[in-house]
């Protein structure tokens, strides 16, 4: 399972590759995965520009212009690819999303089916998400510190 280091390799890799880039029309597997998702949950996102990528943990996302976004957790097996439209599918595919006018595509593979996608129209819900993972590891200050009665 990925640790929050390699989910912010992901981020850093992937960055550059999306950021900028608008999203299209999703396609969901048939599977579900740990939070099941429909492409019409992603429908609120068509044609959204990419503003930003963020990492809190292992939680992972893309922040879009109009407010709201994708969150991604890996689990244990899960990628986030970019690859060409025209590249074969990984038969563990769960998310396609096309960029700009599809000759590339966000792919979510996941073997194990452990990971989320997960589209949300407003930024309050990710807070709400990040607030209940606790302070980032990463990034945590002594002005974050959780004390803990013995």
């Avoid at 969901?28 to 520009?49: C, E, H, I, W």
């Avoid at 689990?75 to 690819?81: A, D, F, N, V």
């Avoid at 970019?82 to 998310?95: D, F, G, L, M, N």
Wanted: avoid cysteine; hydrophobic fraction near 40%.
């Amino acid at each position: 399972m990925p640790e929050g280091p390699e989910v912010e390799t992901v981020r850093r890799t992937l960055h550059p590759m999306v950021e900028g880039r608008r999203l299209g029309e999703a396609w969901v597997s048939d599977l579900a995965l740990r939070r099941p998702v429909r492409a019409t949950d992603f429908s609120g996102l068509v044609n959204q520009k990419i503003i930003g990528t963020g990492r809190h943990g292992k939680l992972l996302w893309l922040d879009v212009e109009k407010a709201g976004g994708i969150w991604v957790r890996l689990g244990m097996t899960g990628r986030l690819l970019v690859q060409r439209s025209t590249a074969e599918k990984h038969p563990h595919t769960h998310v396609v999303i096309p960029l700009d006018e599809g000759t590339e595509e966000l792919r979510y593979v996941d073997v194990r089916r452990f990971g989320e996608v997960v589209p949300y129209a407003d930024t309050t819900l990710l807070q709400a998400e990040r607030a209940r993972m606790g302070p980032d590891p990463l990034t945590w200050n002594e002005d974050e510190r959780v004390l803990v009665a013995t």
